[in-house]
T-cell receptor
Framework: DAGITQSPRHKVTETGTPVTLRCHQT?????MYWYRQDPGHGLRLIHY???????DKGEVSDGYSVSRSKTEDFLLTLESATSSQTSVYFC????????????FGQGTRLTVV | AQTVTQSQPEMSVQEAETVTLSCTYD???????LFWYKQPPSRQMILVIR??????QNATENRFSVNFQKAAKSFSLKISDSQLGDAAMYFC?????????FGKGTRLHILP
């Protein structure tokens, strides 16, 4: 199995508080992604990274920011959590992006109350 | 923008029968990869099969095969001899340069 871990696995937080989710990989893959999964919407891309300090927005990036200061770590921050950000968040990694499959973390269930 | 469409939110199939999940996509590229992923109740995403667009031959992995129609931009997944363990969400995905774009998924039920 690809070495990819997400932390925390579960979190409950209050509206308006900042939240940071961490994705850590041991595969030295170039690409890292953050998705959210909601019923009826599948997996929607939030942000992605194609190298250290190289990041870009996905289709649902509003309210989220990311940072990648090391190859192995990709952080997703909700600056001020809202109830609409209640979701399951997945981190994924890929070696070459276009030509290889993605490997996924086990997901983080985030509940904003 | 590239899009991936899975038109069947849910499907059911009798155990040991064959089922086909549909997927269409939109792209102006000629060289790309397509994937099917499975997500069982454990939530773990698992690669099922991949197809390279420049290869005319349809990919096959044991009981799983694809029907890839490049001109029609169609990429369906056929599961033969369905088993109870095949029950899951199935996602079609298109790899676009730096991004991976997923469809909304098809939930597959296996009837014993």
């Amino acid at each position: 199995d690809a070495g990819i871990t997400q932390s925390p696995r579960h979190k409950v937080t209050e509206t308006g508080t900042p939240v940071t989710l961490r994705c850590h990989q041991t595969e030295n893959h170039r690409y890292m992604y953050w998705y959210r999964q909601d019923p009826g919407h599948g997996l929607r891309l939030i942000h992605y990274s194609y190298g250290v300090k190289d990041t870009d927005k996905g289709e649902v990036s509003d309210g989220y920011s990311v940072s990648r200061s090391k190859t192995e770590d990709f952080l997703l921050t909700l600056e001020s959590a809202t109830s609409s950000q209640t979701s399951v968040y997945f981190c994924a990694i890929s070696d070459t992006g276009r030509y290889t499959e993605a490997f996924f973390g086990q997901g983080t269930r985030l509940t904003v109350v | 923008a590239q899009t991936v469409t899975q038109s069947q939110p849910e499907m059911s199939v009798q155990e040991a029968e064959t089922v086909t999940l549909s997927c269409t996509y939109d792209t102006s590229e000629s060289d790309y990869y397509l994937f099917w992923y499975k997500q069982p109740p454990s939530r773990q995403m698992i690669l099922v099969i991949r197809q390279e667009a420049y290869k005319q031959q349809n990919a096959t992995e044991n009981r799983f095969s694809v029907n890839f129609q490049k001109a029609a931009k169609s990429f369906s997944l056929k599961i033969s001899d369905s088993q109870l363990g095949d029950a899951a969400m199935y996602f079609c995905a298109y790899n676009d340069d730096d991004k991976i774009i997923f469809g909304k998924g098809t939930r597959l039920h296996i009837l014993p």
